[in-house]
C-alpha cells in the first residue's frame, strides 16, 4: 500500500509536505517525496489535504461504549477497540479495576484471546493492573475490600496459565508492606506505576530508586502537593527518569495546574492518558464501574458528593485541549504518542512515523478531525 500526497510528521516531529509513506507487512518501509510511477498492483491511498501522524497510545483506559476491561469479555474488548479507533488511538493497555482474583484471571484471559485475533480497532498492548495493590485511603471509586498489599506471588498465581506478557503495567502504592521488595522482583518483568498512594516524598522516592518509573494520572487519588510536604506528586515530579499520566480533560485537573505540571515534566516525559470508563462514547446516565454505580453528566463523572470516578474523554479530545492551551503541536502529540511508547520500551516498534516501525498512523483534516486510521497498515476506520 502506498500513502501519497500526504503532509506528514516525521520521526523528528517536524512537519514535512506532500509525502509518500510506502507500507509492507504492516510496517513503513519507505518514506519519500510524492512523485514518479507505482507499480502495477499496489494499493494507492491518496491523502491530499490531509496531515498523517503516529497513532495516538492510551495506556490507561477501563472502557468505552457500554463495555469494560475488568468484564473479562472478549466482545467488550472488540467494543472498545472499535471506540477507541475512531478516536485516532491504534494502541492500548486495556486497564482493570480491583477486582477479585477469578475476575481477574478472566480478564487476562480474554484480552490473551483478542491479542490472537484480527484486529477490528486499536490493538492491546498487555493489561494494565490497577489495583489490587492500592491504598485503601485512596483507592476511591475502587472496592477497598479487594486491596491488599504488594505480592509476587499473586501476580505468578494469575499468570499460572498465561503468558506472561499479558500484563504491561502494574500500579502501586509505594507505602503499602511488601512495596520494596515486589518492585526490586518485578521491575525487569513490568512498567510498575506509583498509584492511589498516600505515600510521603521519602517513601516515593526510596520507591522510585528502587525500580518504580512511572505514575498513575499525577495529582489525582494522591495527597495534594505542599511546600511542607511534596508526597508522591512532588517525588514523581522532581524525578527526571520518571515519567507521569496526566488526564487532560479539563476536569480531573485544574487548565493552569496542567500548564505547571507540563512545564515541569516537558515535552520527553509527559504522558496524556484517558482514564475512560465505561461512559465514555455514551450518554449521560448512571453506569456501572467495579461495582460501584457512577453518575455522568455532561460528561463528568461522579460517585458521590462530586468525587469523580474515571473519566469519559479520550486522547484525541485531549490532545485537542492541550492545543487549546497554548501547548505546541508537536510537544503535545509527543505526550500523545512517542513518549506512552517509551514508557512500555516499545518505541522501537511505534510511536511515531519512522521506516521499519509498523505503520500506526492517523490522518487528520486541517481541523485536527480524524479520518483514516490505520493499524500495522490496516485501514480499520476512516469517516
Known sequence: MRLVHANIVDSSFSEKPDMTITISGGRIASITKTGGMYPDGDEVCDLSGLTLIPGFIDLHVHGAMGADTSDGKVEGLKVISSYLASKG??????????????????????????????????RILGVRLEGPFLSKEKCGVQKKEYAMDPSAEYVYGILKDLPE?????????????????FVSEMKDKYVISAAHTAASYETCRELIKAGISHGTHLFNAMDPLSHHAPGAVGALLEDPDVTCELICDGLHIHPAVLKIAYSVLGEDRTVVVSDA???????????????????????????????LAGSTTDIHAEFLKLLELNIPFCSALKACTLNPA???????ETGSIEVGKYAELVALDDEYRVRKVFVKGKLVYES
Open 89 to 122: 488511538v491504534t494502541s492500548f493497555c486495556p486497564t482493570t479495576m480491583m477486582i477479585p482474583k477469578e475476575a481477574m484471571i478472566s480478564v487476562l484471559a480474554a484480552a490473551d484471546k483478542f491479542r490472537d485475533m484480527k484486529t477490528v480497532g486499536a
Open 165 to 181: 506478557d499479558i500484563i504491561s503495567i502494574i500500579d502501586l502504592a509505594p507505602e503499602l508492606p511488601g512495596a520494596g521488595a
Open 277 to 307: 470508563m465505561r461512559a465514555a462514547g455514551m450518554p449521560d446516565g448512571e453506569y456501572d464501574l467495579g461495582g460501584t454505580m457512577v453518575r455522568v453528566k455532561d460528561g463528568r463523572t461522579d460517585f458521590g458528593n462530586g468525587r
Open 342 to 348: 517509551k514508557v512500555l520500551h516499545i518505541d522501537h
